[in-house]
């Protein structure tokens, strides 16, 4: 009995150890998952902090794209809470598709210049009168006026343009996501929807589509 408990706690050993090495370990890499964690945020987006606040660049995107395509920011952002006092500050929300950040985030990575950045600051600056966003954007440089008119698209299409190949007047557009795809605005406008997709009731193809002319079939104002 005494040689097999020996023999034992002479085994117990290396264990012991091995499950030493193995905590260290794990909380070694725990504080440097945690390290790079901290610093990935600041390293991946050009546009994490800034004095207006956290989500000040998101509204200014909004700003400038309601000025560009000539739609409500509240259609671009439907879950947005404005700020009446300082449109910065407000909270751009997150609705179910949140195209929006999809789209921001697709900008800010094929930005090759620094174009991208320079419509933002215009927006800020320019937050209180839109209408001035446009005539500023046609007196700029080349890459922020063609950078524009991919955004338009990008909006309109759900397709990036470079702003390259807008120079150069070739198209070679690329879908940025099978949501983008659907969300286009030109399908809004147009009462339509894409090949493949529809958010109507199965069936719908054999009823007249209707005239956005009539008044509605039902006018809770007339009961």
């Known amino acids: ?107 800010n990575a094929n930005d090759a210049t620094s174009s991208f950045g320079k419509l933002l600051q215009l927006a800020k600056d320019n937050r209180q009168s839109l209408g001035d966003i446009i005539p500023k954007v046609n007196g700029s440089a080349e890459d922020i006026k063609f950078l524009a008119r991919s955004i338009v698209l990008l909006w309109y299409l759900g397709s990036w343009y470079k702003p390259d190949d807008l120079k150069r007047k070739v198209a070679s557009p690329k879908v940025v996501s099978p949501k983008a795809y659907t969300q286009g605005l030109v399908w809004q406008i147009a009462g339509a929807h894409p090949m493949g997709y529809s958010n109507l009731q199965f069936g719908y193809w054999s009823r007249d589509p209707r005239d956005p002319n009539r008044p509605a079939l039902f006018d809770p104002a007339k009961t």
């Open 1 to 107: 009995m005494d040689h097999r408990r020996k023999r034992n706690a002479e085994g117990a050993g290396p264990l012991a150890q091995a499950g030493e090495v193995s905590r260290r370990a794990m909380v070694a890499g725990t504080v440097a998952m945690t390290a790079v964690a901290a610093v990935l945020p600041l390293a991946d987006t050009a546009y994490a902090e800034n004095a207006e606040g956290p989500d000040a660049d998101m509204m200014a995107f909004l700003l400038l794209s309601e000025a560009l395509t000539g739609v409500s920011r509240q259609t671009l952002a439907p879950e947005l809470v404005e700020n009446k006092n300082e449109i910065l500050s407000s909270d751009p929300g997150i609705d179910p598709i949140n195209i929006k950040n999809a789209y921001f985030a697709w900008i």
